[in-house]
């Protein structure tokens, strides 16, 4: 079992970078593929982007793709998520996910075991 923590969300102006962070801790971070998922106000949980446990398969939804960046450090027991030219759009409340041992990438939330609390995100135009 893990335990995962987010952090990094803020208010932002329209074109601006924020880093989120998922801190993971309780098991074996390394064997975990996460998955950074978003949920606007009066909207469904969607998929934004994820990883593999190895680090080597990512995924995007298709309007983030050049914009948003995910990455983990193993060393660090945390996932990333850049996010670069910033839209009001992508105000949201963010949350990291984990399942274990995800060597193929998973968009949907069933797919995932653990979940933290989420941190928002508000992009002001």
């Known amino acids: 079992q893990v335990q995962l923590v987010e952090s990094g969300g803020g208010l932002v102006q329209a074109g601006g970078s924020l880093r989120l962070s998922c801190a993971a801790s309780?098991?074996?971070?390394?064997?975990?593929?996460m998955g950074w998922f978003r949920q606007a106000s009066g909207e469904v949980r969607e998929f934004v982007a994820a990883?593999?446990?190895?680090?080597?398969?990512?995924d995007y939804l298709d309007s983030v793709k050049d914009r948003f960046t995910i990455s983990r450090d193993n060393a660090k027991n945390t996932v990333y998520l850049q996010m670069n030219s910033l839209k009001p759009e992508d105000t949201a409340v963010y949350y990291c996910?984990?399942?274990?041992?995800?060597?193929?990438?998973?968009?949907?939330?069933?797919?995932?075991?653990?979940w933290g609390q989420g941190t928002l995100v508000t992009v002001s135009s």
């Open positions: 996910a984990a399942r274990w041992r995800m060597s193929v990438v998973r968009t949907t939330t069933t797919d995932y075991d653990y």
């Open positions: 309780g098991g074996s971070f390394s064997r975990y593929g």
């Open positions: 990883i593999s446990w190895t680090g080597g398969v990512t």
